[in-house]
């Protein structure tokens, strides 16, 4: 065992600074990790507390994040199995604090001031309404809900609360595609400097990834609309929000300019690939990986994507081997490869047949089931098509807003005028998540990938090339990103600096509206597909979203 690898860290223990955010995680998953490890690293803030079910999972987290920098044991008010229970601790916590039983210097004295929701995005709407009367700063992770009335029910709950508080809070999504420097750099360049002029078209695509797709959407979690959504709000809400942002929001999150709303949004799309039509006829009855007769040949076989394709590596051993086992980690590095790859195989033989009830299915994932006959149904292939008519601003306006006329066009539409946006989600791919297009202007066109935007002039025939960075691993650097902006939100907020609204268009640069109008569009799109008609914005939102919020008032 002399040449086994160790695992190591190289997080120290965070210095606070001044009004830096003390940090509740719900829900110590992946999304838990990808937050609280940049913010501890970077000493942005300090994670605190952390909810979640699962006690390896729970004390894995506090060990990298919490009381582990301190080489010490979890004390009571650290953790929490049930996000509920935490909520009754707060509530008493703070009682405590008025009545002088907990005095300052004692370590519950501060509490927690803001919150990563990173649960199933079922719970989503659970947690941050029951959250909303503690007054915590929220950074939840996408999508806000998995139904519009959810949606909407959010947005009422989290205003009314405001009301009740007497002041707002931050409230932010995880879109992390708004915060990768790639994005940040792409959309300056097609807003604020207007290197291609008016935007005619966009085509986005969203490449899932051939494994990717198997892994999350055929066997996970997301594979079933009745357990989770629809495959274009799991999976790809960040990419309407992202077309959303780059087209409809103003130029300036200060601006005074309203949104650029869309006129229509169509959508086609369906489970293709993932079905028992096209199961190998050689595969016979086999419903599981390690039972199958074709599994060595087969290129969706679990055993050859989770041991001998990404076990391989070991200095990539969290997601999506911790999806599976999520103690994989801890036994590669203490026991050794082997006792990993035995608890891998014991978890993906594990399997449902004809007899098991769908209740029991639903509830887990099945990462060693046959990816042509499972239960899943979430679209693997989609188009969606957003449309904008010309909206120009009163006359008075024009050149003088952030979306002023470009000097030399002719007509006075600044910056609104009608183009239209096409989005394809698609599973078979070799990219990863690896998002590419193409923005075609009136002066030029832009094409992007993750690694670098080029910027042609229909006037020179020149290209410029524009490297991108990135910060972190995690959506182009999306996720630290997100991470860094949310914590200057708040520590702007809990010092005074500026009011929680303020902050929140400075760093996250949106508001809750803006959250919710994304959201609209991918249910919108969902509605078009399901039904096969063209959506009218104007009319979907009085009578989905206007309708909604009148009814919570009442």
């Known amino acids: 065992m002399s040449n086994m690898p160790t695992l190591s860290t190289d997080i120290s223990v965070p210095i606070p600074v001044h009004h830096s955010p003390r940090i509740l995680t719900i829900g110590a ?75 300052e210097g004692d370590p519950e004295f501060k509490g927690v001031d803001s919150v990563f929701i990173t649960v199933l995005d079922e719970m989503h709407v659970h947690v941050v309404k029951a959250l909303a ?45 708004r915060y990768s420097p790639h994005n940040v750099m792409l959309r300056k360049l097609v807003r604020e400097e207007r290197a291609v002029g008016d935007v005619i078209s966009v085509e986005h695509t969203e490449p899932i ?23 274009l709000l799991t999976k790809s809400c960040h990419d309407i929000d992202f077309i959303m942002w780059l087209l409809c929001s ?34 016979g009855s086999a419903t599981n990986c390690i039972a199958c007769p074709i599994e060595k040949s087969c290129l969706y076989s679990a055993k050859s994507i989770y041991i001998d394709k990404l076990l391989a590596d070991p200095d990539n051993l969290d997601w999506p081997l911790k999806s599976v086992a999520p103690e994989i980690e801890d ?84 910056g609104r005028s009608a183009k239209t946006a096409i989005f394809h989600m698609i599973a ?21 990938d993750s690694d670098s935007i080029s910027v042609h002039s229909f006037a020179t025939s020149e290209t410029v090339v524009h490297p991108t960075k990135v910060a972190g691993k995690g959506h182009g650097g999306g996720d630290e990103s997100m991470a860094e902006n949310f914590c200057k939100a708040v520590q702007s907020a809990v010092s005074g600096e500026m009011e929680a609204s303020a902050a929140q268009r400075l760093w996250l640069g949106c ?20 039904e096969r008609v063209v959506i009218d914005w104007q009319k979907f939102w009085a009578s989905e979203v206007e309708a909604r919020l009148q009814k919570q008032t009442i």
């Open 133 to 177: 009367p503690l007054g915590l700063h929220t950074m939840c992770e996408k999508p806000l809900a998995t139904s519009l009335d959810d949606c909407i029910d959010i947005l009422g709950t989290v205003t009314r609360e405001w009301e009740i508080l007497g002041r707002k809070t931050v409230f932010g999504i995880a879109h992390v595609l």
């Open 428 to 448: 078979p791919t070799e990219k990863i998540c690896a998002r590419r297009g193409k923005i075609y202007g009136t002066t030029g066109e832009i094409s992007y």
């Open 29 to 103: 998953g992946s999304q838990g990790h990808a937050y609280a490890e940049p913010i501890t690293r970077l000493h942005l803030g300090q994670v605190v507390a952390v909810c979640e079910p699962g006690p390896f999972k729970r004390a894995e987290f506090g060990r990298k994040y919490i009381w582990g920098l301190s080489n010490r044991s979890a004390l009571p008010h650290e953790e929490f199995e049930d996000w509920k229970d935490f909520i009754k601790y707060e509530f008493s916590r703070r009682e405590r604090v008025k009545t002088g039983e907990i005095k």
């Open 511 to 530: 508001e809750i509206e803006e959250i919710v109008r994304s959201h609209v569009a991918v249910f919108a799109a969902e509605k078009a597909r399901k």
């Open 250 to 283: 103003p130029a300036s999150a200060n601006s005074a300019d309203p949104p650029h709303v869309p006129s229509f949004i169509s959508s086609t799309g369906n489970l293709n690939q993932f079905r028992k039509a096209r199961k190998p006829l050689a595969a």
């Open 331 to 414: 036994l590669y590095f203490n026991d050794g490869k082997p006792a990993a790859e035995k608890k891998l195989l014991e978890a993906l033989a594990e399997d449902y047949t004809t007899e098991t009830p769908d209740s029991e299915i639903k509830k887990r994932s099945w990462y060693g089931r046959c990816v042509w006959d499972g239960d899943n149904d979430v679209c693997d292939d989609q188009v969606v098509t957003v449309t904008w008519g010309d909206d120009p601003l009163p006359t008075a306006k024009v050149g003088n807003g952030d979306n002023g006329a470009l000097t030399g066009e002719v007509g006075a539409l600044n």
């Open 209 to 231: 990834g051939w494994w990717h797709m198997a892994h999350s959407f055929v066997r996970g979690n997301w594979r079933r609309q009745d357990t989770a959504a629809p495959s």
